[in-house]
T-cell receptor, first 113, second 112 residues
């Protein structure tokens, strides 16, 4: 069975600082990996996805994530945080057989001015 | 752009009431999902559907049912609402790319 662990339910950074949100996954087959973002009072939207092409994936709003098979990780980064990045971020995994997505518990990102 | 519309953003119901949450999509996607979102638990799958008239149980189907009479509409039904069903409910559709979901804005249900 697949699973996702997001380390840190809350992360706080200063505006302009590096953002690092951690995600580790468990999957018995090569996975598809995703990051979704949820802004206050909204649904989730796709930030980026890994589907076996380049291991470094670039997404919207300057975010990127790197797939590291040896570490079973897919951490999300952004070089410089902006106030508008404050949101909840979800890591998710699916297998390549069309099985349903499994979400992590989420990480709330706070950006301090 | 894909649009997923959930009929009610906020609802307050009494224990024992029947509750309908409706979701409509405009992109002809085959797959539709209902999730429940609770703090610290992420998103948990209640039911999903890969075609009209078809439904499959997700991870937490107890206390819920669904209906998909038309391709664009997927309804979540709480036959007899209970206080532990107070939550945010999210509807989503899926393209042919596995895992790329499009979400509605959510329906926040409070059961008193």
């Amino acid at each position: 069975a697949q699973s996702v662990t997001q380390l840190g339910s809350h992360v706080s950074v200063s505006e302009g600082a590096l953002v690092l949100l951690r995600c580790n996954y468990s999957s018995s087959v090569p996975p598809y990996l995703f990051w979704y973002v949820q802004y206050p009072n909204q649904g989730l939207q796709l930030l980026l996805k890994y589907t076996s092409a380049a291991t470094l994936v670039k997404g919207i709003n300057g975010f990127e994530a790197e797939f590291k098979k040896s570490e079973t990780s897919f951490h999300l980064t952004k070089p410089s945080a902006h106030m508008s990045d404050a949101a909840e971020y979800f890591c998710a995994v699916s297998d390549r057989n069309g099985n349903k997505l499994v979400f992590g518990a989420g990480t709330i990102l706070r950006v301090k001015s | 752009d894909v649009k997923v519309t959930q009929s009610s953003r906020y609802l307050v119901k009494r224990t024992g009431e029947k509750v309908f949450l409706e979701c409509v999509q405009d992109m002809d996607h085959e797959n539709m999902f209902w999730y429940r979102q609770d703090p610290g638990l992420g998103l948990r799958l209640i039911y999903f559907s890969y075609d009209v008239k078809m439904k499959e149980k997700g991870d937490i189907p107890e206390g819920y049912s669904v209906s998909r009479e038309k391709k664009e509409r997927f309804s979540l039904i709480l036959e007899s609402a209970s206080t532990n069903q107070t939550s945010m409910y999210l509807c989503a559709t899926e393209t042919t790319s596995y895992g790329e979901l499009f979400f509605g804005e959510g329906s926040r249900l409070t059961v008193l």
